[in-house]
């Protein structure tokens, strides 16, 4: 590897090349939001092959996360990295030219795997890489290059849209949406070689002075001797394994994970993620703007976002999962009364950003703090997998269902998400502990 400056300016380089893949993720997530009302018309799609064109990259997801571990200790962090960024590229290309259906949710699919990577192997790679006293704030711009990517995405649509005739969207605008996702991932990828490997990796693949140059240059001043000791302690600890779920006292907790896992989706938010300009639309908003409108849903998750980073720690988590589950039941009943009601698109918008404001404040974020949380340290690793397998299960399903839903009930599907919000508030209130300020 080529010599690098010391520095803290080193170390954020590197952290900002890695949440490049979190970036990605909120990207390709968030591209079928405006490309599927044209998507749909495109290919004829009815209800259900509509869900299955959004909920295919899911698919992809759900057969990708549990391999990113396994494939990363195998050929180390970069190159698993490395392979997910031309993951996101192909499926960016892929998902631009098909014919039909079925090459649309191949691409798809590839791009869900790279998304379920991302998910596992960026905040892994950035927790290795820094210094113990700077972990959990470089690991949080990973969280922000999320949203931050669904945002950006957001912005493309809807300059893409608004580029020429609706005609010209229908046959032409919603390849380049997807198309626009290989910029991101060819610099993600070319950029993976300025910098080097996890200095964990190295050291489990018995390359130790690989790894102390490492340490070396992203220290920041930490004694470095110190952190090979803490490395070579923690690959001599023996994981927990699945049968440990198992054992007394953790069925409560594994219970209680995988329960905000599954709310966390079926409270609704992909509806309004996935399919805001439909949900405009329906509202009588024409296309166009009604991808337009949806840039105001990426500013206002970004928004609540930081409320949740800044205040997460002084409020606790338990009153504003609280206070998440209430806002968001209530605006969810709003909005479904809305289009119920035939009241005008202004109030569907309205009550949609106040859904989203509320789920960014906690239930969002606040959820996978608790997931880190509420399990011992010796279980945490394989019962997380757990989790983010059902999170992942839960979001295919709503993201599947969730078109025919709409076509058959219309407004009245959001009392669905609405009533699933009281439930999510009862649910975190008779189960889920307080662990603001808990040791682990």
Known sequence: MPNQPHGGAYLYRITLTATLGGLLFGY????ISGAEIYLRNFFHLTPAQEGWAVASALVGCILGAPLAAPVSERFGRRKALLAAALFFAFSAVGSAIPSNLGQFALARILGGVAVGWASILCPMYIAEISPPRMRGRLVSWNQMAIISGFLVVFLVNAWISHMKSGEWNLQV?????????????????????????????????????????????????????KEMVEIRASLRRKSAGWKDLLLPGMAKILWIGLGLSILQQWTGINTIMYFSPRIFEKAGIPKEAAILRTVLVG??????????????????RKPL????????????????????LGVGGFWVVLFALVYVAFFGVAMGPVVWVLLSEIFPNRVRDAAMAVCVMALWIANFMVTQFFPPMLEKLGGWTFFFYSFMCLVCFFFVKSLVPETKGKSL
């Open 173 to 225: 605008g919603w390849r380049w949406m997807f198309g626009s996702e290989t910029l991101p991932a060819l610099l993600f990828f070319f950029l993976l070689f300025l910098v080097p490997e996890s200095p964990r990796w190295l050291v489990r693949a018995g390359r130790e002075e690989e790894a102390l140059v490492v340490l070396e240059k992203t220290s920041r001043g930490e004694d470095v001797g």
């Open 299 to 316: 500013v206002v998750q970004v928004s609540a976002t930081l409320v949740a980073i800044r205040f997460v720690d002084r409020w606790g």
């Open 321 to 340: 999962m609280l206070a998440a589950a209430a806002g968001m039941g209530a605006s969810m009943a709003f909005l479904g009364g809305a289009l119920v």
């Open 28 to 31: 390709d997530t968030g591209v």
